[in-house]
């Protein structure tokens, strides 16, 4: 599963430094790629090598195209329907916790503050979709 690759998805430098430190820390071997914006995230998801992703980590709040957007096309789409999505958010706004699950969202979590909560949230996402979860075939 190594091979398969993380999309991270996230505007902010400093949050984007922040969970790849935490990746490392963790020992997280899967490939990392990151896309700045909504309308990145999408022309890196929907291409022909969609089906390489382990796991996507999602921010809300982007430029160009909204998390909760580039959530509801992935799902709408048979080659990125079933990729496990973790909204990954500083946001505490509960319709987006609401909306975000509506569209298919596996997990929610709000980025902790503090670096060393954030690296253990990180290690716990990493063990559990990228080592323990059983993705379906294909």
């Known amino acids: 599963m190594i ?5 991270l998805i ?25 896309a700045r914006d909504g309308a990145e995230a999408l022309r890196i ?15 809300l709040r982007l430029p160009k195209v909204s998390g909760l957007e580039v959530l509801a096309r992935l799902r709408a789409d048979p080659r990125t329907r079933l990729t ?15 909306q975000g699950y509506s569209l298919g969202a596996n997990s929610y979590i709000r980025k902790p503050v ?9 290690r716990q996402l990493g063990m559990y979709w990228l080592v323990l979860n059983e993705p379906p075939p294909g």
Do not use: C, G, H
Not at 3 to 7: A, E, I, N, P, T
Not at 46 to 56: I, N, S
């Open 3 to 7: 091979d398969r690759k993380v999309l």
């Open 114 to 122: 503090d670096f060393e909560q954030f690296a253990d949230a990180t």
């Open 45 to 59: 998801l929907l291409a022909d090598e969609a089906e390489d992703f382990a796991l996507v980590l999602l921010d």
């Open 10 to 34: 996230e505007d902010n430098a400093d949050d984007e430094k922040l969970t790849l430190r935490a990746l490392t820390k963790n020992r997280v071997a899967n490939p990392v790629v990151i």
């Open 84 to 98: 496990p999505v973790v909204i990954l958010t500083t946001s505490k706004e509960e319709s987006d916790l609401i």
